[in-house]
């Protein structure tokens, strides 16, 4: 806002010095040539304080400096839904294999870990059946064959 003032300041002021310089000047060839020149000091007073602004005007915009925790926990978070959706997928997908094949299922319970190399394995299977259930050597022989883990069982 200061260049803006300022380049009104000094226009108004060689508009004022442009005046008193065409009223005492003589006519003719010598007022043509004082116009010219006039002319081209209004230009360049109004030009250099645009050009100051503009090599002044300053456009940084830098990124915040965002720390390294925040990836660690958007990491961790991300890490935490994909196994629990693929728990809830792979416990959808058991109980329906099971009640396909006649069995008598209440609930499936599968537990996922992250090993170190970042592949996630199945932890634990628990296959919860009614008490009335007596095929449980058949649940756990079709859950080893789908996912080659050996289920924990519990009637309720």
Same mark, same amino acid.
């Given at each position: 806002?200061?260049?803006?003032?300022?380049?009104?300041?000094?226009?108004?002021?060689?508009?004022?010095?442009?005046?008193?310089?065409?009223?005492?000047?003589?006519?003719?060839?010598?007022?043509?040539? @004082?116009?010219?020149?006039?002319?081209?000091?209004?230009?360049?007073?109004?030009?250099?304080?645009?050009?100051?602004?503009?090599?002044?005007?300053?456009?940084?915009?830098?990124?915040?400096?965002?720390?390294?925790?925040?990836?660690?926990?958007?990491?961790?978070?991300?890490?935490?839904?994909?196994?629990?959706?693929?728990?809830?997928? @792979?416990?959808?997908?058991?109980?329906?294999? @099971?009640?396909?094949?006649?069995?008598?299922?209440?609930?499936?319970?599968?537990?996922?870990?992250?090993?170190?190399?970042?592949?996630?394995?199945?932890?634990?299977?628990?296959?919860?059946?009614?008490?009335?259930?007596?095929?449980?050597?058949?649940?756990?022989?079709?859950?080893?064959?789908?996912?080659?883990?050996?289920?924990?069982?519990?009637?309720?």
């Amino acid at each position: 806002m200061s260049s803006l003032a300022a380049l009104i300041g000094t226009v108004c002021v060689c508009c004022v010095a442009v005046s008193i310089l065409t009223a005492v000047s003589p006519n003719g060839m010598t007022s043509k040539t @004082l116009n010219l020149v006039i002319g081209v000091f209004i230009v360049c007073v109004m030009i250099i304080p645009l050009k100051n602004f503009v090599t002044n005007f300053n456009l940084d915009i830098k990124s915040p400096k965002i720390p390294d925790s925040f990836y660690s926990d958007a990491q961790n978070a991300y890490n935490s839904a994909v196994i629990t959706e693929t728990e809830n997928r @792979l416990e959808k997908t058991l109980f329906s294999i @099971l009640l396909n094949d006649d069995f008598n299922v209440k609930n499936v319970d599968i537990k996922l870990t992250e090993n170190k190399s970042g592949g996630i394995i199945i932890s634990s299977i628990n296959i919860y059946i009614n008490k009335t259930e007596n095929n449980v050597m058949k649940i756990i022989r079709r859950t080893e064959e789908e996912f080659a883990v050996t289920p924990m069982v519990t009637a309720k």
